[in-house]
């Protein structure tokens, strides 16, 4: 029962607040789980990020245009994007673990699926005059649909998540963990690259899915919903501090507080904002390495920059949080938004010596600061409450965005014989998330009731619901 459940966070409270230090650092659990997201989120997106090294592989291999191509990434962004608020939701009402373990087999199913594109299935349809192989709606259920969904199941969880782990210094724990999304694509995409190269695409993608799906199934294995499982606080817990968490919560609070979190107009512009940023990137994630190779260089050279690229985006990954709780969230996202934007123009001018690798230093930058403040801002606005719908509200306007920035440059490219309009929507794109985080809300005090104050009211309210 919810009574005993409280009673025994009250417990836990009394007993751990006698072992709490002032330090920023110390042995906690929280570590653990803050290496499993890490893992995670490198292991889970390497496929997606490298996405850029399969397209020509596939267009020399079936003759696809790289329009068509690029639809995949962008069925499997929106994909994920329409699916991340019920990812969300099934992670607040399931917890975290249960529902990563369904993602990962998905994710294993549509891997295997992808390898076996077989040339029996190239014969063509004409679809609104539009000549499509099966073999491309193939790619496009297999890559775009199934993965998509896995994407969103396993993935959107991880911060809320996180959220749970760390009282104080949440800024610390989002800036490791967005380190992974530098790391990862610096790991993945050369690696990709050596993959297809030495073994093919249809091996690639096996080994892949086999590998990825192993090693992310021994670290779901590892992980805790909530610090109270194993009978601890969260990480920066005081003395007069009580769990935040020491059960799943109880549906009607939780559907009042989606409502309470709906009536802000912070939760639908972050979602837009996240939308503009992404679209700002994609095109550049996505299109990089196609583009540098019109370029003269090779695809592992060009994959090399993108790799860079990514390398350079850890350390600002690491710091944004940090930096967004210390000198204001809305001005430091405000900062890297226009450090996303502005160095694209360096692109069109790449006839010029060391052009490739200044813009892989100055993007980089931008990019890795792009994203970093949303766990704060989501902790200053909504404070304790669970996020799952909220961050996968979220995650639907970053989705859309990746998708269309994805997709984007691939027709304008078969149209214009140029990427450039394409980088000129990154541009824009960007520049006008910096405006519309401008706009924000003040984050001084909260936008919705206390969590944590309304649940310990429900539960002495119903003392005995299960």
Request: charged share 10%.
């Amino acid at each position: 029962m919810h009574g005993k459940k409280l009673h025994y966070g009250l417990v836990l409270y009394i007993n751990m607040t006698a072992n709490y230090s002032e330090k920023t650092f110390y042995w906690h659990y929280a570590w653990v789980i803050l290496f499993i997201i890490f893992g995670m989120q490198i292991v889970g997106s390497s496929i997606r990020m490298a996405f850029g090294v399969f397209v020509d592989p596939l267009e020399q291999r079936f003759e696809w245009s790289q329009s068509n191509i690029g639809i995949a990434y962008a069925v499997g962004m929106m994909v994920t994007a329409i699916s991340s608020p019920w990812a969300g939701s099934l992670g607040d009402r399931l917890g975290a673990k249960k529902t990563m373990y369904f993602g990962i087999i998905l994710f294993l199913v549509g891997m295997i699926l992808t390898a076996f594109i077989r040339e029996w299935f190239s014969w063509e349809l004409n679809l609104f005059n539009l000549k499509i192989s099966l073999g491309l709606l193939h790619f496009w259920i297999s890559y775009g649909v199934i993965l998509g969904v896995a994407q969103s199941i396993f993935l959107v969880p991880l911060i809320p998540a996180a959220m749970i782990w760390f009282r104080r210094h949440l800024g610390l724990a989002m800036g490791l963990i967005m380190t992974s999304w530098g790391i990862g694509p610096a790991i993945a995409t050369p690696l990709v690259a050596i993959l297809v190269d030495s073994m093919g695409w249809r091996n690639a993608f096996l080994s892949i899915g086999f590998v990825s799906s192993f090693l992310m199934m021994i670290m779901v294995f590892y992980f805790r919903d909530r610090p109270s499982d194993i009978g601890v606080l969260e990480y920066g817990s005081r003395p007069g501090d009580e769990p935040i968490s020491t059960s799943l919560p109880p549906i009607v609070l939780l559907n009042e507080f989606h409502k309470h979190m709906k009536k802000t107009a912070a939760y639908w512009n972050m979602s837009s904002i996240h939308f503009l940023g992404c679209v700002g990137h994609a095109v550049i994630l996505i299109w990089i390495i196609p583009f540098a190779t019109t370029k003269g260089l090779t695809v592992l050279e060009a994959s090399l920059i993108s790799s860079l690229m990514a390398m350079i985006s850890v350390s600002t990954r690491l710091a944004t949080p940090m930096l967004c709780e210390r000198f204001g969230v809305r001005s430091v996202m405000t900062i890297f938004y226009v450090l996303q934007g502005l160095p694209v123009l360096i692109l069109f001018f790449t006839s010029l010596p060391f052009a490739f690798i200044l813009f892989a230093i100055t993007f980089g930058i931008g990019y890795g600061g792009e994203t970093g403040g949303f766990p704060i801002l989501n902790r200053k606005y909504f404070g304790h409450a669970p996020m799952g719908r909220a961050h996968g509200f979220q995650m639907l306007g970053a989705g859309i965005g990746m998708a269309l920035g994805g997709w984007i440059g691939g027709p304008i490219y078969d149209i214009s014989g140029s990427y450039n309009w394409a980088l000129a929507i990154s541009v824009v794109a960007s520049l006008g998330g910096a405006i519309s985080i401008v706009l924000l809300e003040g984050t001084s005090k909260l936008l919705i009731p206390d969590w944590k104050k309304e649940e310990k009211s429900y539960f002495e309210a119903n003392p005995d619901i299960i």
